[in-house]
């Protein structure tokens, strides 16, 4: 396939075949807001009227190479004309990988295709490999929508309502989310009180510690508006796992592949975690996802070796060959490297944009993982959903794909787009952003 360039619009959007299908499928053609793929290429998606549109989000963080990267397309084809289903010998060397990427000794993975089933095989394992029946997770957290998933998330009430009850011996407690701080604080002069939390409040009026299994910890917060813990916090919530026997449990879905600038998002910090949950980017696109434990952890502690955790697609040949293709391409196209590079670059265009733009409260990231908070006053910090929506609704009109999420009330827009961007992609991508941003804030 040559290749795309973009972005270009040339009718709508939607334009008449898209229209006519979200007319079709019952659907109000304004409801057009993420790109229908007719075909999809390094950083562009083409919809069926011809429209090309700049994907900031990487399809949710998952084609962290690029849509269709030869080298993924070419392994996955390879693989198909062999074989479809049942175990490789590609399921068993990536192991060995994953454990060189993790750098902590040899790994028991359980493999699936979501991240929300990577969270819910954690959960069973850490209650397992401990007997203990409590998990830890955090405020604002996002860890899926399966129902353990949901259990362990508190990125947003809705997620929640009217599906529980839910999972019971999950405990929420304040996460590092210093621009939306839960405890009304300010970095430094909090002194990580969040932390201090856990051991000063939870373990001393309402969570027995030597009940607790495991601690579940998103490097950043994604979803909750792209929160960086700040220096020292990921590293004293291990020391506070260390002391009281709690397994730390790091979920990766997001951060992994090189989407922070680094293979994994604890790598910022130097920690390395009992339990990762990989997933997203790991198959290019192909789903695959992993739950990778110490393999002494289980078998240490279980008379029954192996747990049951059956499900008919494991590590499926596709999802397999595809997170090879996907960790060569990573390395070899030294795209952590060009995370580090670009994101910087995309944070200062970004940051340079708040001079002009009022309803940008506050740009922060590491890597390709930004977020850009949309706010009523600066100052104040007040949340502005609908500026937010109405931004990326107006951004998507001009042809660049993204959306806004947030936690506590906050609506931030994410740009996270594929590791491969370059320079000339950023500056064009930030032009169309600021000119939604300027006819939003003239309304
Ligand atoms: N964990 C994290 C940190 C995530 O960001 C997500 C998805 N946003 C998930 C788990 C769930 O992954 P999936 O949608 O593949 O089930």
Redesign the pocket.
Known sequence: MPSLQGPRIVAGPPGPRVTKLLRDSGLEPSSYSSPIVEEAKGIYVKDPDENVFTDLISG?CVVNTGYNHPRVVEAVKRQAERSIHWQTEQAYTLIGRLEKMLGSGLKQVYWSQ????A?EHAIKAVRRATGKPLILSFTGS????SMG?ISLSGYDPSMKRHYGPLLPGIVHVPYASCYRCPLRLEHPSCALACLAYIEEVAFKSYVPADEVAAVFV?PIQ??AGWHIPPPGWHQGLKRLCERFGILHVA?E??TGFGRTGRWLGMDHWGVKPDVV?L??AMGSGVPI?ACVLGRDLLQSTDPEPIPIHAQSFSATPLGTAAAHATMDVIGDERLCENSERMGAYMKNRLIDLMDEHSSIGDVRGLGLLIGVEIVKDRAKKTPDPKAADAICAEAFRRGVYTLNMGSYGGRAIRVAPPLIITKKQIDASIEILGEAMGKIEKN
């Not at 979501?114 to 089933?117: E, F, N, P, T």
């Open positions: 949710r979501a991240g929300s089933l969270n996002y860890h899926g929508s998933a998103e994604g979803d979920d879905v997001q949950l997933g997203k996802s």
